[in-house]
């Protein structure tokens, strides 16, 4: 078994991608979330570069958000689009960060999860509330590296 997969177990994958439906069920905002063992790239560094691996910067708003993990770096980064970005405060993602930092320092990685992807849901709705024809524009499965 990888060690990404040991990292969470199948039950909490499914409880996790709940939280990203429930929370793209209130923002046309797109969440993915990425676990991977290790890397050697800056944590935002390696974020972004996974962000652009997954096309996550091809939505129609520039809307995605990605929740990376490096296991044996300890590493953890949010990482938002330009469309994001340009409309949001500079210290936006910081308290949704510590939330889910405070769960991960109690080896509560799912329950970290979980509660920050709803917390960005719930701050992304003011800015890119969900509409009418809203499509899913990425998957909501989680991605390994």
Known sequence: MAVTE?????ED???IIDAIQNAENK?????RVHIEEHSELEVLDRAKEVFVTL????TNARN????????RNRSFAIFGDNGINNAV???????TKDVVIEHFKQQKIKEGLVAGILRAG???KKYFPI???????LSNEISRG
Do not use: A, R
């Open 27 to 31: 923002t046309s905002g797109e969440i």
């Open 13 to 15: 994958e499914l409880e």
């Open 131 to 137: 509409q009418e024809n809203d499509e899913n524009e």
């Open 6 to 10: 040991q990292f969470i177990s199948k």
């Open 89 to 95: 405060p500079d210290d936006f993602w910081e308290c």
């Open 122 to 124: 719930e701050q992304l």
């Open 64 to 71: 995605g958000v990605l929740f990376y993990i490096g296991i």
């Open 55 to 58: 096309e996550m910067h091809k």
